[in-house]
């Protein structure tokens, strides 16, 4: 074992998020323009076994959560072999994974079998025309499908559903999203719309406050309030009468910067300590280079203790960071 990561503002670090791939096979009107966006070559991407190599060292130091996330992570050839790697790294208490659900249904029986444990599903949109509106692509069934073959493995779970809360359209999504999560096992999560967009036309105006949807959702049903675990981003409630949760991620209106405990890996192996930063630190050069963990892990340390305090969303003279949501992964 190693020293214990952390950073400067002595927060432990214990929760890595992994890009896998920079490509997506949707193009969300908030995320990636509709002709996409120009792909990482292939060697460019770190392999499976660079990344097993990064994940093992970080799980010596207490990195203990691994999400792997993209772009869109299924995209990449034979995910499985990846998740089985790091599911056999003894630090790795907790291994998730981050998709759009489209190839979900097709590859969740290998992804479980390779040790795979949680999974969250975005979805912004029960109505398919509105789905396409949405994701320029119609897929909604894909999904729904996907969501559907991951509830049959009692393995994974919980199973999470993503919706980002977006201004002039979340509105008519929300009592929906209530009523699918009464009716299934699943915890809904409506996120607010952050400034990763590819256009960078993100402003305040296009935030849906999480406080105006926990409203909307109390107009209808009786929520029991769960509270915020630490380290977790979601304050988490039930259903007096339902079998799901709804969740609220409020990074915009009720940051939880002060015990983030994540720091997040690009596909190409840059090292980021925050969504927003504007600074990254190179890993893949050193992994190629013929660096020792112990080199790596004095590079990790180094970049990790200059963490950002705060993200600065919202306020005066914050820049949005070059990389889009997809090319730094979820």
């Known amino acids: 074992m190693r020293e214990p990561l952390s950073d400067g503002h002595r927060r432990p670090i214990g929760d890595v998020r992994i890009s896998v791939t920079d490509r997506c096979n949707f193009r969300c009107t908030y995320c990636m323009p509709a002709e996409g966006l120009p792909w990482l070559d292939r060697d460019q991407l770190l392999s499976y076994e660079e990344i ?20 869109e992570p299924l995209v990449r050839k034979e995910l499985w072999r990846l998740v089985e790697a790091i599911a056999a790294i003894p630090g790795v208490h907790d291994l998730s994974l981050t998709t759009n659900g489209y190839l979900l249904e097709q590859q969740v029986g290998d992804l479980v079998a390779a040790g795979l ?7 912004d949109s029960l109505a398919a025309d509105r789905f396409f509106q949405l994701t320029r692509r119609d897929s909604l069934h894909r999904v729904l499908a996907g969501l559907e ?11 999470k559903v993503n919706a980002v809360a977006l201004r002039g359209f979340t509105e008519d999504e929300v ?21 990763l967009d590819a256009d960078q036309a993100w402003d305040m ?22 509270g915020r ?46 969504l927003f930063s504007l600074h990254e630190t190179d890993l893949r050069a050193p ?12 590079i990790v340390r180094d970049a990790v203790w200059r963490k950002e305090l705060k993200h600065h969303v919202g306020e005066p003279g914050f820049r949005q960071p070059p990389r889009s949501m997809s090319r730094i992964g979820g």
């Open 175 to 195: 009592l929906r999203f209530a009523q699918f999560a009464r009716e299934q096992p699943y915890e809904v999560r409506f996120i607010e719309f952050m400034p």
């Open 117 to 123: 444990r949680r999974v969250n599903v975005s979805l």
């Open 287 to 298: 992994l190629r280079g013929g660096a020792s963990d112990d080199e790596l892990e004095e």
């Open 205 to 226: 105006d296009k935030v849906l406050p999480n406080a105006e949807v926990l409203a909307i959702i109390e107009s209808e049903y009786e929520l029991v309030p769960l």
């Open 52 to 71: 097993a190599r990064l994940v093992r060292l970080l799980s010596e130091m207490g990195v203990h959560d691994v999400r792997l996330t993209g772009g």
């Open 149 to 159: 073959a991951a509830q049959a493995y009692p393995q994974l779970r919980p199973i």
């Open 229 to 274: 675990e630490r380290h977790g981003t979601a304050r988490r409630y039930a259903f007096a009468d339902g079998r799901g949760e709804i969740g609220f991620i409020s990074p915009v209106t009720e940051p939880f910067c002060g015990d983030c405990n994540r720091i997040r890996l690009t596909a190409e192996g840059m090292l980021r300590t925050c």
